[in-house]
């Protein structure tokens, strides 16, 4: 069989071999080399580090090569800018000794560096929000017409969120706009339903496939550290990353600001990378793994991705991670080059310990979360419509079927459409002149500043400050409740200390100066605990029901881990739910164990106290749900009927019955009125329609009372 890499285009061979000693492909890139030049739409799954980005890029270039494609032949979109700025080297090395041009594009480029002139490039680097910005671009935006592929990295960090719609609709616009069906090439190192994922992508356009590859069975070493004590715990943690180059991740911003200064002193070439701090310092702490010698790095889920910062020599996570898919991203920045990974858990309780077990365990069996696109996405169609309506007078048939025409919006019906622009008519969002539509006076004072830019983007914003010196250098953002309550003090920020002495609340800035002080924690809006996936608990219930983990524990942590599983009542685990009464000094407390993840029981929670009703109040946690004012009387059967209550409820009594959440997290949701908002937001925000199918098939099992003596321990 001729192999891939002898049909390959003259002068990529050359590339391949003379500049990168290259004579032969992985097998993910043979077979994305076939699955793309067939023209289908393609899906690659490959371990991290696995040579996907080289899978999608070496048949492109062959075919930009082969057919002479002019103008902006591919575009490839990036969740992150740093993600761009990192991908660009690797792209230059491939195109620019074959003649093909690379240019990045986002907001971080210089104004003047966001163009081009005579020829456009070959591939455009981009990331939607500035793939939007362009789109608008008259003149630019031309330049897309002969475009043929669309390369889209970490295609996962897309898919569950209103940036994933948002791209859906860009790619949708690209196909109009060509006037043929762009090519789409997904890339991804973590999807549990990648057959959904990919059908979601392709919308049944064209031909599509899925090249899928396992990763190699490679050595693996995991350690655990665990210790209930903090300064104790962070002693251990320095002695771990002393002298390596070590990535350390936390699972929230306020956790990676409170662990850098723990260490502060401790390690030395110490680094912090989240979120909310200035493009800057995210950088210098990248570029100090490229010094000789040791280099910590406290990082959040920003250091998941892609993004290539050299050989390390340990990960290190501190309290599980809340999904295998994260695990597995951070697991992967380790271990390159033929070197074992090694991964170093730092855990505070024997609860830690199971999850812990259980997230590897998951890995093992190559198990990860299904990934589930939004079924509402009303803030996006708030988005596009007032785009619309911003280049100008649009009729009120026409805008409908240009709405309703994208395939992304395909589950909003005509007159849930009808009804939306009544309300926005109604509240002056938008004006009218016969059956013409235009922004009316709310629309440009909410959304018409600087040039209506806030439409390019559906990331929300509004909630943070930025931070500056008096200088004008940015150090990062600062949530808008924290600046509030702190507006006098100091606060900490990138592993150091400020003092916040002037806010501009019309600019939202926030002028800061060091401080010699110990600094406030810092804290920011949805830096919470997320609570583990369905997945993991699932898995932590079967240890729980065998007794035991897989994993070969060393002594010390084989007795910590059965002290977790001695905590949960004998015959708990396995699919169902298991309910049990406890007596303590006279009060009665009914627990619900609950092996579904940590979002499945803040929904169950709710809606059971809804259905208890009374005095009834309920508390979710990972695995249980505790009920107290359940009754002093047969309180095991009355929980159990309101379970069963519960499961009979529909979706749109489950909605009603839920609380709404906060508006700042979908950007145009002050666009909505509460009824509309509560439609376009529970379904998704609950997972409703999962959390149903996961109720309906579950058993209710009433396990014997205890009672505890006072002094006990839960």
């Known amino acids: 069989m001729t192999s891939v890499f002898s049909t390959l285009h003259e002068s990529l061979r050359q590339v391949l071999t003379q500049r990168l000693g290259w004579f032969e492909l992985r097998e993910v890139q043979e077979r994305a080399c076939v699955a793309i030049s067939e023209g289908n739409d393609t899906l690659v799954i490959a371990p991290t580090a696995g040579g996907k980005s080289e899978a999608a890029l070496i048949p492109v270039m062959d075919a930009v090569l082969k057919n002479g494609l002019p103008g902006v032949a591919c575009l490839y979109i990036a969740p992150t800018k740093a993600l761009i700025n990192d991908q660009e080297e690797r792209f230059s090395a491939f195109c620019l000794p074959a003649s093909l041009s690379v240019m990045k594009w986002h907001g971080d480029v210089k104004k003047g560096g966001r163009s081009w002139k005579g020829e456009p490039p070959h591939f455009l680097m981009i990331t939607p929000e500035s793939l939007e910005v362009l789109l608008q671009e008259r003149t630019l935006s031309q330049d897309l017409r002969e475009v043929r592929f669309v390369i889209i990295d970490e295609l996962h960090a897309f898919v569950e969120t209103d940036r994933g719609i948002h791209l859906r609709v860009l790619l949708d616009r690209l196909d109009v706009l060509t006037g043929h069906k762009i090519q789409r090439i997904g890339l991804s190192a973590t999807a549990g339903n990648p057959h959904e994922i990919l ?95 040791g ?81 509402q996405p009303w803030n996006v169609l708030l988005q596009q419509l007032f785009l ?58 909410v959304l018409g500043r600087s040039n209506w830019k806030d439409l390019y983007s559906v990331i929300p914003g509004g909630g943070e400050y930025r931070a500056m010196t008096p200088d004008g250098e940015s150090v990062g953002k600062l949530d808008a409740r924290f600046v509030s309550s702190h507006s006098d003090g100091d606060v900490t920020l990138g592993g150091k200390t400020w003092s916040m002495v002037k806010c501009d609340e019309g600019h939202n800035i926030v002028v800061v100066v060091p401080s010699g002080a110990g600094g406030a924690r810092t804290f920011w ?156 937001v529970l379904p998704d925000y609950y997972h409703i329609t999962e959390f149903k199918q996961r109720l309906a098939g579950m058993t209710v099992t009433a396990l014997p009372p205890v009672a505890l003596e006072p002094g006990t321990a839960e």
């Open 199 to 293: 059908s979601w992508l392709s919308d049944g356009r064209q031909g599509r496939k899925l090249v899928e590859v396992a990763p190699a069975p490679r050595e693996k070493h995991f350690s655990f550290i665990i210790e209930p004590d903090e300064d104790r715990r962070t002693s251990a943690l320095a002695g771990v990353v002393t002298g390596r180059k070590a990535l350390v991740f936390v699972n929230s911003r306020s956790g990676a600001e409170h662990l850098v200064k723990a260490l502060s002193g401790r390690v030395l070439n110490l680094h912090i990378h989240h979120s909310s701090l200035s493009p800057e310092m995210r950088r210098k702490a990248e570029d100090a793994f490229l010094s000789e010698g």
């Open 295 to 375: 280099a910590c790095i406290i990082c959040t889920s920003t250091l998941e991705l892609g993004i290539d910062i050299g050989d390390l020599d340990v990960v290190v996570q501190v309290g599980p991670p809340d999904t295998v898919s994260s695990f597995l991203q951070r697991m992967g920045r380790s271990g390159r080059r033929g070197r074992p990974a090694f991964v170093v858990f730092v855990l505070e309780t024997p609860c830690q310990l199971l999850c812990s077990c259980a997230i590897i365990e998951c890995a093992i069996d190559r198990r990860v979360e299904d990934l589930q696109p939004p079924e």
């Open 388 to 445: 619309t309506l911003r280049s100008g007078r649009a009729g009120r048939g026409t805008l409908m079927k240009m709405l309703l025409s994208r395939p992304v919006f395909s589950g909003i019906r005509k007159a849930e459409l009808e009804r939306l622009l009544r309300y926005l008519i109604d509240e002056g969002y938008i004006t009218t002149d016969g059956e013409m539509l235009m922004p009316g006076t709310e629309a440009e004072r």
């Open 525 to 680: 809006k949805g830096s919470g605990e997320a609570g583990f996936s369905g997945l993991i608990c699932e898995r932590a219930g079967a240890i729980r029901k065998e007794g035991t983990t897989r994993l070969p524990l060393g002594d010390p942590e084989r007795e910590v881990l059965q002290k977790a599983l001695q905590a949960i009542p004998e015959g708990v685990g396995g699919s169902g739910l298991f309910v049990r009464e406890r007596k303590r000094a006279g009060r009665k407390i009914v627990e619900v164990y609950s092996f579904h993840g940590s979002r499945f029981n803040r929904v169950l929670a709710p809606l059971l106290a809804h259905t208890l009703g009374g005095k009834a109040r309920v508390s979710s946690g990972d695995f249980r749900l505790r009920v107290s004012g359940a009754g002093k009387q047969d309180s095991i059967p009355r929980v159990i009927a309101a379970l069963e209550a519960v499961r009979a409820l529909s979706p749109e009594e489950i909605a009603e019955i839920l609380p709404a959440p906060q508006r700042e997290a979908w950007k145009f949701a002050g666009l909505l009125s509460e009824p509309l908002f509560r439609k376009a």
